[in-house]
Nanobody
Framework: QVHLVESGGGSAHPGQSLRLSCTAS????????LGWYRQVPGTQRELVAI???????DYADSVKGRFTISRDMAKNTVYLQMDSLKQEDSGVYYC?????????WGQGTQVTVST
């Protein structure tokens, strides 16, 4: 019933920018935490950025100063602005909504940073 759909992924060169978006539909109820996670082959899915209802925003050390998480409540959308991209940023990015109805994941969007 709850669907999170990511978009905005693609290919970029080092130093360029991408902006990911995740739009929610269906009944979610109150949302406590919104986050972006990344997964690369052979690794566990890891936290990239997270925003709590308190306003607290945290980032993985590897993206601090380069990535920005934000949301547009009117559009039920959370964004991840990725600047100064590095090859190490490559992976499948998933958005997550953690709230009253449970934990929900998007299908993921591929980000590839290469020369």
């Amino acid at each position: 019933q709850v669907h999170l759909v990511e978009s905005g992924g693609g290919s970029a060169h080092p130093g360029q920018s991408l902006r990911l978006s995740c739009t929610a539909s269906g009944y979610i109820g109150d949302i406590y935490v919104l986050g972006w996670y990344r997964q690369v082959p052979g690794t566990q899915r890891e936290l990239v950025a997270i925003a709590a209802i308190s306003g607290t925003i945290d980032y993985a050390d590897s993206v601090k100063g380069r990535f920005t998480i934000s949301r547009d409540m009117a559009k039920n959308t959370v964004y991840l602005q990725m600047d100064s991209l590095k090859q190490e940023d490559s992976g499948v990015y998933y958005c997550q909504a953690n709230g009253e109805s449970g934990i929900h994941w998007g299908q993921g969007t591929q980000v590839t940073v290469s020369t």
